[in-house]
């Protein structure tokens, strides 16, 4: 998963350090194994089930983009917003996005990690029942 995260991150114009043991690998690690551990305890499984692989990714950017930015290591007036759309729609599922043209560059972050961090509905399909 964590070459998948890289290219995601590198996808949204972010580079990460690729060198063992830097800040931005051990922090990539930890960010894998609570977002595993989370989808793993929410759906009852012990690994993460194919379907839920990208929203395992994204759920993974999105929890290193607001550590970085709660350390201060991240600087969101140099990231690049202009891309975001405003409006998504597949199928019967629409998606959009709360992005004022005015507004500030944290609230686009944020608008953009709230996404990244999606919700428990799309593990649903994959939860079981203990006993």
């Given at each position: 998963?964590?070459?998948?995260?890289?290219?995601?991150?590198?996808s949204?114009?972010?580079?990460?350090?690729?060198?063992?043991?830097?800040?931005?690998?051990?922090?990539?690690s930890?960010?894998?194994?609570?977002?595993?551990?989370?989808?793993?305890?929410?759906?009852?499984?012990?690994?993460?089930?194919?379907?839920?692989?990208?929203?395992?990714?994204?759920?993974?950017?999105?929890?290193?983009?607001?550590?970085?930015?709660?350390?201060?290591?991240?600087?969101?007036?140099?990231?690049?917003?202009?891309?975001?759309?405003?409006?998504i729609?597949?199928g019967?599922?629409?998606?959009?996005?709360?992005?004022?043209?005015?507004?500030?560059?944290?609230?686009?972050?944020?608008?953009?990690?709230?996404?990244?961090q999606?919700?428990?509905?799309?593990f649903?399909?994959?939860?079981?029942?203990?006993?």
């Amino acid at each position: 998963m964590l070459d998948d995260v890289k290219a995601r991150l590198k996808s949204l114009g972010i580079s990460v350090s690729s060198e063992p043991n830097s800040p931005d690998e051990v922090m990539l690690s930890f960010c894998i194994i609570k977002v595993t551990n989370h989808i793993n305890n929410q759906t009852n499984l012990s690994e993460i089930p194919q379907g839920l692989h990208e929203i395992a990714v994204d759920m993974v950017v999105g929890e290193f983009l607001y550590t970085k930015k709660s350390m201060g290591a991240l600087s969101v007036e140099t990231l690049d917003f202009e891309a975001i759309v405003k409006q998504i729609q597949e199928g019967d599922t629409n998606t959009v996005f709360a992005i004022e043209a005015n507004s500030t560059p944290e609230a686009k972050f944020n608008a953009f990690i709230s996404y990244l961090q999606h919700n428990e509905t799309d593990f649903v399909r994959y939860r079981v029942m203990l006993w």
